[in-house]
């Protein structure tokens, strides 16, 4: 299944009693958001078609095409949602996910005694591993702040 870098839906939007609106995509069945206001509304109208079409592309579900939609009531009124997709497909990639691992005692005793982002020293150990490791970035040393005639002064811990 191919999939497009640009997508423009048509999206109903409902004025409710209390001044928010629930927004709706006729075209994507379950695909529902709502906003306080307009602003938000429009935001996360645009929210919700990101990651919905995200989702069927991921999926390899047919996305289908947009209809023409018209209001049905005076509190109903129809914006068009655009979306560009390839930043959203970069964002999903990079989403951290949380892992449980198990490490011998004295080497979390370690890594605890030197400050150690457990996190961060397995993406780096993984990005090695994965032959990566050109990607590696320095993990940032630990500032220090020292005072020095009443002067507050940064440096780095050298540990």
Same mark, same amino acid.
Request: overall charge negative.
């Given at each position: 299944?191919?999939?497009?870098?640009?997508? %423009?839906?048509?999206?109903?939007?409902?004025?409710? &009693?209390?001044?928010?609106?629930?927004?709706?995509?006729?075209? %994507?069945?379950?695909?529902?958001?709502?906003?306080?206001?307009?602003?938000?509304?429009?935001?996360?109208?645009?929210?919700?078609?990101?990651?919905?079409?995200?989702?069927?592309?991921?999926?390899? &579900?047919?996305?289908? @095409?947009? @209809?023409?939609?018209?209001?049905?009531?005076?509190?109903?009124?129809?914006?068009?949602? @655009?979306?560009?997709?390839?930043?959203?497909?970069?964002?999903?990639?990079?989403?951290?996910?949380?892992?449980?691992?198990?490490?011998?005692?004295?080497?979390?005793?370690?890594?605890?005694?030197?400050? %150690?982002?457990? @996190?961060?020293?397995?993406?780096?150990?993984?990005?090695?591993?994965?032959?990566?490791?050109?990607?590696?970035?320095?993990?940032?040393?630990?500032?220090?702040?020292?005072?020095?005639?009443?002067?507050?002064?940064?440096?780095?811990?050298?540990?």
């Amino acid at each position: 299944m191919s999939t497009k870098n640009n997508y %423009l839906y048509p999206a109903l939007f409902t004025k409710e &009693d209390d001044g928010g609106y629930s927004i709706e995509f006729p075209d %994507l069945p379950g695909c529902f958001t709502c906003g306080d206001d307009i602003e938000e509304a429009l935001y996360m109208a645009k929210d919700a078609l990101e990651l919905h079409l995200y989702c069927l592309e991921k999926d390899g &579900d047919a996305i289908p @095409s947009p @209809s023409e939609v018209k209001p049905s009531s005076d509190s109903e009124s129809v914006y068009m949602v @655009s979306v560009f997709m390839p930043p959203v497909r970069d964002e999903m990639r990079q989403q951290k996910v949380k892992k449980t691992l198990t490490i011998p005692k004295w080497l979390n005793d370690y890594g605890n005694q030197k400050h %150690l982002n457990f @996190s961060q020293v397995l993406e780096n150990a993984l990005l090695i591993q994965a032959g990566a490791g050109h990607y590696v970035l320095d993990m940032p040393k630990k500032e220090k702040k020292s005072k020095i005639n009443g002067n507050t002064k940064r440096k780095l811990a050298m540990s």
